[in-house]
């Protein structure tokens, strides 16, 4: 069954704790991105990676951070330093030519 | 930098009526626009998308979207609501390198029986 998996569905985590969301596909899509969700803001982009052991800051990359090691996964950590983590976030792919970004189902992390 | 604005955070529509959420960009460039729809606690899945052709566009559910160049919009339609197209609905444009999409900040649509 092709798709994308996040994982957990739901996290929490402590203050002063970085935690880490994990993203997968077997879509064998070459780039993948991570945006956070906050309610009536819409999606910010936080990284992106266009092939594999590359990656790019997106607009709101203080306090994450992510490695592309398999071009299946792009796990991305939420540090300490992030001032407000708890959010719903989102993992996407990019379908090649179709200019498509197709999303996983999210991972709510809420900090304690 | 490109912005995208969706007039109306949130809609309501009675069931078997029509469905209009506006959306606007700013873009220089012929852009990639987007259309997907989120339901409570779940990704975001792709209603509709313009790439090049054709401008009006049709997708998944009874949907469509008309790109507008000279409005700089794409608004997104469906002729009868139904209650399962209670959802939010986010509009999005592609910037720039590596094919990142900015998104407005979604209109939640609300059918009533």
């Known amino acids: 069954d092709g798709g994308i998996t996040q994982s957990p569905k739901y996290l929490f985590r402590k203050e002063g704790q970085n935690v880490t969301l994990s993203c997968e596909q077997n879509?064998?899509?070459?780039?993948m991105y991570w945006y956070r969700q906050d309610p009536g803001q819409g999606l910010r982009l936080i990284y992106y990676s266009q092939i594999v052991n590359d990656f790019q800051k997106g607009d709101i990359a203080e306090g994450y951070s992510v490695s592309r090691e398999k071009k299946e996964s792009f796990p991305l950590t939420v540090t300490s330093a992030q001032k407000n983590p708890t959010a719903f976030y989102l993992c996407?792919?990019?379908?090649?030519?179709?200019?498509?970004?197709?999303f996983g189902p999210g991972t709510r992390l809420t900090v304690l | 930098a490109q912005s995208v604005t969706q007039l109306g955070s949130h809609v309501s529509v009675s069931e078997g009526a029509l469905v209009l959420l506006r959306c606007n960009y700013s873009?220089?460039?012929?852009?990639?626009l987007f259309w997907y729809v989120q339901y409570p606690n779940q990704g975001l899945q792709l209603l509709l998308k313009?790439?090049?052709?054709?401008?009006l566009v049709k997708g998944i559910n009874g949907f469509e979207a008309e790109f507008k160049k000279s409005e700089t919009s794409f608004h997104l339609t469906k002729p009868s609501a139904h209650m399962s197209d209670a959802a939010e609905y986010f509009c999005?444009?592609?910037?720039?390198?590596?094919?990142?999409?900015?998104f407005g900040a979604g209109t939640i649509l609300r059918v009533k029986s």
């Open positions: 879509l064998n899509h070459d780039a």
């Open positions: 313009y790439t090049t052709g054709a401008t």
């Open positions: 996407a792919t990019l379908a090649g030519a179709n200019r498509a970004q197709y």
């Open positions: 873009s220089s460039v012929p852009p990639y």
């Open positions: 999005a444009v592609t910037e720039g390198y590596g094919n990142k999409l900015v």
